[in-house]
C-alpha cells in the first residue's frame, strides 16, 4: 500500500512575500501553541502567581506602605515580570531544544525566520498578559492604588515585552552550549533584580552604576511602563525611549544575524 | 496535486537535477570533514549515503538544507543554487535528521498536519495524505495518542511522514529505520520507494548497508570526508564476482586467527569474522575453518555470496554494525 500519489511535475517558484509570511507565522505559532500545551497552563499560572506574590511581598517588606511608594513598587513588579518571561522562557526553551537535537529539525523548516520568531514573541505576549494584569490587580486590591493608565501603555508594554523577549531570544541562539546559555540567565535575573533600578529610584546606586544602568535596557524599561501607568512621578520619558528602541533594535538584529549564519 | 501555492513560473519540464560540485567543508582550516564531493542525482532516484561514523555524511547532508556551510563548492538544485540562497533551500528540501522530532505534546495527526502547513500545504490536501501515509504504515493505532506516548520506532516513522506529508523536490533521511520494527521497516521501504516514483530525489543517509543494498538505485561510500566510491549496488559489487565470503564464528575471547593467504579481505563485529575468498578456493576456506574448529577457535562457519557489506569492508575498513553517530 502506499500513500496518495504527489506529483511534483509543477515547478515549484520561491515562496516569498507577505501571504507566504503570514502564513507562515500561522503556522509556526500554531506549532509553538501546541508545542506548549502542557506547560502553557501552568507557566501562565506561574508568571501570575510570580507577578500577585512580588506586589504583596512588598506589603510584608515594608509595613507602612504608602500609596505612592505602592505605586512605585507595583510598577515595577509589572516590568520584573514582562522581563522575566522573555530572558528566562526563551533560553529555557531553545536550550532544551539543543540538548535534544530537535533545533536543526526546527530550523530546517521552510518559513522565513523572521516569522517564526515572531510566532515566538507572540507566544511570549500571551503568558506575560495576564502576570501583567494580576499584578496590577493586586496593588489595587491591596494598597488601593489608583493608576493613571494612558494610551502609551501598549508601546510601553510592548516594547519592554519586545526588547525582553529578543534579547533572551539572541543569547539563546548564539550561545551553543545549552548549558552556557543557562548559566547567563541566570546572572540577567541576578543583575536585574540586584542591580537594576527597576523597583527602587535610580539615585539610590551610586554613581558609576546609576550611568551604566541608564545604557541599559532595565532601567528604561522600568521607566517608560511606569510613565504610562501612573502620573507625574518619572522624568526623561523620551530618553527611556530612544534607549529602549535602540536595544530592541539591535538585539533583533543579533537575533537575526545569528540565524541566518551558518557555520 | 502541485506542491506550489504560485506555480506561473511555467511548468516546462525543467532539469531538476541535483548537483553537489568539489563540496569542501573544513573546520579550522585543517580538519576535512567533507573533501571535494561530487554528486549527480535525478529527480526520482534513491540514493544512498554511506559510510562509517565520521565519515561526513550528516556533515554533507546539512550542507544542502543550509544548516551548515560549504567552505567552497556549489550545491544546485535545478536552477537555483541552494548555498547562495538557504531560504529557497529549505522550501525545495525536506530533512529527517538522524534526532528525534519534539512531538512530546502533540498528538500523532497534529504534528503531522501542522508539519505539513508549515511546508507550505493546502489544509485538505496535507490531511489526506497524511492519513493515507499513517494508514500505509499502519500507525492508524495511535492516531491520536500524544507524542511522549509513542515507543522510539513509532516516533521515528512519524518523523517520516513530518518530512513527507508536503516533500520538497528533495528528501533528505537521515537514519529513518533506526528503531523501527522489522515488519513496518519494510513498509518504510515501499514508502520512499514510492517517494522516488513521485519524483522526488531522496538521500538515504545509512550506515545498514543491507538494507541500503535492497533500497537504493545508486549509492556513494563516503570515508573519512570523502567519496571514495559512487555507483549502482550491482556495479560497486563488480570487483567481487568471482569471490564468496567466508564466515567464522570465534570463540568468545579468542583473538582473530592467522589469515590463509587465500584471504583478501577481512573484518570482525564482536565474534564473527568475516573474510572474501575467491570462489576457486572454496574447499581450501572450508578446510580451513574446519581445522579452526577443530582447534576450539571457531564455533561455526557459513559460505555465501558476497554482499555489499563485502564491498563496503573492502572500501572503508569498517563494518556496517559499527555504531554510527555522525
Known amino acids: 500500500m502506499t500513500a496518495t500519489a504527489h506529483s511534483m511535475q509543477v515547478i515549484p517558484v520561491k515562496r516569498s512575500g507577505p501571504v507566504h509570511w503570514l502564513r507562515s507565522y500561522r503556522a509556526m505559532l500554531r ?14 499560572m506561574v508568571q501570575l502567581l510570580s507577578g500577585v506574590g512580588l506586589v504583596l511581598g512588598f506589603g510584608l517588606l515594608i509595613s507602612d506602605i504608602t500609596e505612592s511608594v505602592a505605586l512605585y513598587l507595583s510598577t515595577g513588579a509589572v516590568v520584573v515580570t514582562l522581563v522575566l518571561v522573555g530572558v528566562i522562557m526563551g533560553p529555557q526553551l531553545i536550550a532544551q531544544q539543543k540538548s535534544s537535537g530537535s533545533y536543526d529539525f526546527m530550523w530546517s523548516l521552510p518559513v522565513p525566520r523572521s516569522s517564526a520568531s515572531a510566532a515566538w514573541v507572540t507566544l511570549n505576549v500571551f503568558i506575560a498578559l495576564p502576570a501583567m494584569l494580576g499584578a496590577l490587580g493586586a496593588a489595587i486590591w491591596r494598597y488601593d492604588v489608583t493608576f493613571e493608565v494612558s494610551f502609551m501603555v501598549a508601546p510601553a508594554v510592548g516594547l519592554t515585552l519586545l526588547t525582553g ?3 533572551g531570544y539572541a543569547i539563546a541562539h548564539a550561545v551553543p552550549k545549552p548549558d552556557i546559555t543557562q548559566l547567563i540567565s541566570q546572572l540577567l535575573i541576578f543583575v536585574i533584580f540586584g542591580f537594576s533600578p527597576i523597583s ?12 551604566v544602568n541608564e545604557y541599559l535596557p532595565f532601567y528604561p524599561m522600568a521607566n517608560v511602563v511606569r510613565d504610562s501607568l501612573t502620573n507625574g512621578i518619572v522624568t526623561e520619558v523620551g530618553r527611556s525611549y530612544v534607549i529602549l528602541g535602540v536595544w530592541a533594535l539591535g538585539a533583533a538584529m543579533v537575533a537575526g544575524w545569528v540565524l541566518r549564519r551558518r557555520k | 496535486m502541485v506542491m506550489s501555492d504560485g506555480d506561473s513560473a511555467g511548468t516546462s519540464a525543467a532539469d531538476w537535477t541535483f548537483r553537489a560540485e568539489d563540496v569542501t567543508k573544513t573546520y579550522n582550516g585543517e580538519v576535512f570533514a567533507n573533501d571535494a564531493i561530487s554528486i549527480e542525482v535525478q529527480p526520482g532516484e534513491v540514493y544512498g549515503l554511506l559510510g562509517p561514523n565520521g565519515a561526513g555524511k550528516t556533515t554533507f547532508v546539512k550542507q544542502i538544507i543550509g544548516l551548515l556551510k560549504p567552505t567552497s563548492g556549489r550545491i544546485t538544485l535545478g536552477p537555483y543554487d541552494l548555498v547562495e540562497d538557504p531560504d529557497v533551500a529549505r522550501q525545495l528540501c525536506s530533512y529527517l535528521p538522524q534526532a528525534q522530532m519534539p512531538i512530546e505534546s502533540f498528538k500523532m495527526h497534529e504534528a503531522v498536519h501542522i508539519t505539513g502547513l508549515i511546508r507550505g500545504g493546502p489544509a485538505d490536501e496535507v490531511r489526506a495524505r497524511g492519513d493515507a501515509l499513517i494508514e500505509a504504515l499502519d500507525l492508524t493505532e495511535w492516531r491520536n495518542t500524544m507524542g511522549h506516548k509513542l515507543s522510539g520506532g513509532v516516533r521515528r516513522l512519524v518523523g517520516y511522514i513530518m518530512t513527507t506529508v508536503w516533500p520538497g523536490k528533495v528528501v533528505i533521511l537521515d537514519e529513518p529505520t533506526n528503531d523501527v ?6 513498509l ?3 514508502q520512499i520507494r514510492s517517494l522516488g516514483r513521485e519524483g522526488a530525489a531522496v538521500f538515504l543517509v545509512t550506515h545498514n548497508v543491507l538494507e541500503a543494498e535492497k533500497a537504493v538505485d545508486r549509492l556513494a561510500i563516503i570515508n573519512e570526508g570523502k567519496l571514495i566510491a559512487q555507483g549502482t549496488p550491482s556495479s560497486l559489487k563488480l570487483d567481487d564476482r568471482g569471490r564468496l565470503r567466508l564466515q567464522l564464528m570465534l570463540v568468545p575471547g579468542n583473538g582473530v586467527p592467522e589469515l590463509p593467504a587465500i584471504v583478501h579481505d577481512s573484518a570482525r563485529v564482536g565474534n564473527n569474522l568475516m573474510m572474501v575468498i575467491d570462489e ?5 576456506g572450508i578446510a580451513w575453518a574446519q581445522l579452526m574448529m577443530v582447534e576450539g577457535i571457531a564455533e561455526e562457519y557459513a559460505l555465501g555470496a558476497t554482499t555489499l557489506e563485502d564491498v563496503y569492508i573492502r572500501l572503508t575498513g569498517h563494518t556496517s554494525a559499527e555504531p554510527d553517530g555522525t
Open chain 1, 31 to 44: 506549532w509553538q501553541l501546541t508545542d506548549m500545551r502542557l506547560l502553557l497552563p501552568l507557566t501562565v
Open chain 1, 165 to 167: 523577549t529578543l534579547i
Open chain 2, 181 to 186: 520494527d522489522p515488519r513496518r521497516r519494510r
Open chain 2, 280 to 284: 576457486g578456493d572454496a574447499a581450501a
Open chain 2, 188 to 190: 518504510l521501504w515501499d
Open chain 1, 200 to 211: 527602587y529610584p535610580i539615585e539610590n546606586l551610586p554613581g558609576w552604576l546609576a550611568t
